[in-house]
């Protein structure tokens, strides 16, 4: 049987520095207005760097859903979407943004009451969408280019799926190479798009001096992760959560090289000094799904207690500019093109597959762990499938459970206990076995 | 064949080959050795496909609820997609020699996923259809149709020239400009066949070789032309819209004809969606196809194409004006995003235009017919 003691996770103290950075962003984004800059509403992978060097602000639709769920404001704009129409069985990033939106451009209904952070979104000047592997992304911004009247400029650089067709694998073959052609010649029109929208030449250095901060960030996050294959490992993927934000809407942010080197750091020390992130490593975990942003804490604490670590994660180990090595800051497209591309949920079903298993294997994952986004299908649309397949494949036990993003409605906390204490015991009854 | 038979006759046959949707495409495959290939389920360049000697047939949901595919598909995604893969899971789909998979719904991209896996012996491709509708829109397409063709030929082992894209177009361009007469008789003689005619209509174009379809309608258009006067024409004329991918259930549509509305017209994918408009025959005939996904998007917009140039709800508005529709049907599939997405939109179009509307949404289990034949009957009786 399961035992579980109250333990807490041994988050990383580092982490903390990126919080300062988060507040500069969204003090500079919510004031973008009155100090002259353009403001452009995105979905997707991170591209703020396209902005940054034109000096205009940039929305991350997700991580601006998530801020206003970190703050518990999430209930009033996603209510107010609701009484509009919009179905909350749509993405709920999509429902919290689109609220914020709709309160900034149609105001504030008196039946409700929104929290501050919820009612300071700037309206948009420019919409960008770069969505891979989810056709909700572009629906969701067509959707906030309808709210604004049908007349804020528009740009969907289209990020074609990676099947893996005719034995195009990872980063491999004719599909791949086809693909990263096409995202470049889509990049080029959005530099001509931002000029326009900016009023002034793409300022072509400043890009380049970005994307170098970008790959040294998003080298060092790499590194940092890799330092977690040791047994017991350093850190957690919680803690690779909280570092999403400089390798997403901070990306190329001032600080954010200073903020990761810390973090690698504290990795380092406590790997020279044998300080892990679960008091009593027993299990390693793999966090399949999005992150549940209101449970993260719980969650971190949880496995905690059962002394498993959930040490990697599709959302954290497969995407966020995990491929820095493929940008060449003097001619950043194709790398830019590459990390999008490739990150997991523009993955064909073999790809994904195979990318799982390479990191269950370097990770030495026990377990898995499904969290089943409710409005997140593009996430847990290969769930049934790889619970099987890695099974079958590498005998990986996994239990999973329904949650959301940002909607706690579509999460049962009963359930979910359950879920995790029997997949501990299977785990368990695994080792006993030998 | 079916010149001797009555129309009643005629489309009865039809909605048998509807209720039982591959018999006659397994048949076919008998008959000619030939290769058949489903294509999983909306914006397919068919005509590519059965310019390499192949059947292309669009998969068809079925009514019956799933069992064994709820172990490879969530429950909370669509219907549609759900069917399929509980279709493929319960090895019924395993007369395919290939299918299509596409991008135009992350729910049918991950429905597809899981239908490579389930037939790792079939042919799995995929139509990369590229959204939007900027100046390079158009030539993306062009791409995502040569790279498909260059699979397609690839599989069948067989060269596809211009001269056989444009045969095809023009076989099916015919099913559809037939297709579309029936469609203008029922704007103005509604009760001469029922709505569930109409989608047998579609849903047997959809399954079988649109040769014989256009043989069957030659026969049957005249015979309909024929019976249009003696037809008494009552009932409140309502306008159908929406059942992405899935055909709506024939009990929702006999509902409607139950609760004394006549549908008039529809924006339906197993329906006027499917038919809208023609590929020009004048052109190369890739550029053509590409051409045809942008016009006909701008004829009956989708709400899976990202095109801000169109706007469905004034599309909407528009059609039920030319029909003379008094009400709007909105059939909604349960998780369907990109309809979702549009809802408070349509709702806005149609409360300023003064058009009453129904959002019915549906699941593929059907769980509250009682409460929509409630609903359905209240509102109808609206217009009365
Ligand atoms: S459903 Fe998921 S992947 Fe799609 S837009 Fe929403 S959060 Fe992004
Ligand atoms: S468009 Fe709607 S019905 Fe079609 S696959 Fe997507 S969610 Fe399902």
Known sequence: MAVQEAKRANRLKSGKLVNKLVNEYWEDLINAKKTGKKVVYTTGLPIGPFMAAQDMAWIHGEGYGARVAARHEEKEPQTFAENRGFNRELCSYARTQMGCAMFAELGVPDDLNPGPIATE??????????????????????????VFGKKIPWFNVVIPYHMGRNGSTYMKGEEFEENVKYVVRQFEDLIKFLEVVSGKPYNWDK?????????????????????????????????????????NYLTAWPGTIEAMQAVKDEVQERLDNGVSAVPNEKYRIFWEGIMNWNKLGW??????SYDATVVAGRYTHMAFWHEPDTIDPEHPLRGIAINHLECQLNLGYPITEERMMTLSKDYSIDGIVFHGARTCRSFSRSHFLLAENLNKKMGIQSTSFEGDMVDDSFYKEELVNTRIEALIESLEAQKSRG | MYQNLASDEILNKLTQIAADPYERAKEWKMETGSKLIGCYIMHFPEELLHAAGALPIVLQVKEEPI?????????????????????????????????????????????????????????NMFFRLPVGNQAWTQGDIV????????????????????????????????????????????????????????????????????????????????????????????GVRVFLSGS???????????????????????DLFHGYRYISDNIAEDKEPLAAIAAHYIDKNTN????????????????????????????????MTQFCEPHMFFYPDIKDAMQEAGIPHLLLEISHELDSIETIKTRLEAFVEMAV
């Open chain 2, 300 to 331: 009956v917009p989708c709400p899976t194409r990202c095109d801000p140039k169109t706007d469905w709800p004034q599309y909407l508005v528009d059609s039920m004006r030319k029909h003379k529709a008094d009400q709007l049907v909105i059939v």
């Open chain 2, 67 to 123: 069992t064994t595919g709820h172990a490879y598909y969530p429950s909370y995604f669509c219907g549609p997609t759900r069917s399929i893969v509980d279709q493929a899971a319960k090895s019924e789909l395993d007369f395919l020699d290939g299918f299509v998979g596409g991008d135009y719904c992350i729910q049918a991209v991950g429905g597809s996923e899981v239908v490579g896996n389930l037939l790792p012996k079939v042919n």
């Open chain 1, 299 to 304: 969650m971190a604490d949880k496995f905690a």
């Open chain 2, 244 to 266: 992405f991918c899935g055909a709506p259930k024939n009990d929702i549509l006999e509902l409607v004809e139950q609760s004394g509305a006549v549908v008039v017209g529809d």
């Open chain 1, 207 to 247: 890009f380049q001096e970005l994307m170098g901060v970008t790959k040294t960030v998003g080298k060092l996050r790499m590194e940092a992760m890799d330092l977690c294959k040791a047994k017991p490992a350093p850190a957690s993927f919680f803690d690779w959560s909280i570092q999403i934000a400089p390798v």
């Open chain 1, 121 to 146: 979104i700037p309206a948009p000047d420019a919409i960008v969408t770069c969505y891979p592997g989810c056709s909700t992304g572009p629906q969701w911004d067509w959707a906030i280019e309808r």
């Open chain 2, 143 to 234: 791409t995502g149709l040569t790279e498909l063709k260059r699979d397609i030929e690839r599989f069948a082992d067989k060269e596809i020239s211009d001269e056989d894209i444009l045969n095809s177009i023009r076989i099916y361009n015919k099913n559809r400009s037939l297709i579309r007469e029936i469609y203008e008789l029922k704007s103005v003689h509604p009760s001469l066949l029922s709505s569930s005619d109409m989608l047998s209509i579609i849903k047997s174009s959809m399954v079988i070789p649109k040769e014989e379809h256009n043989e069957i309608l030659e026969s049957l258009i005249p015979k309909l032309q024929a019976k249009k006067d003696s037809i008494k024409e009552e």
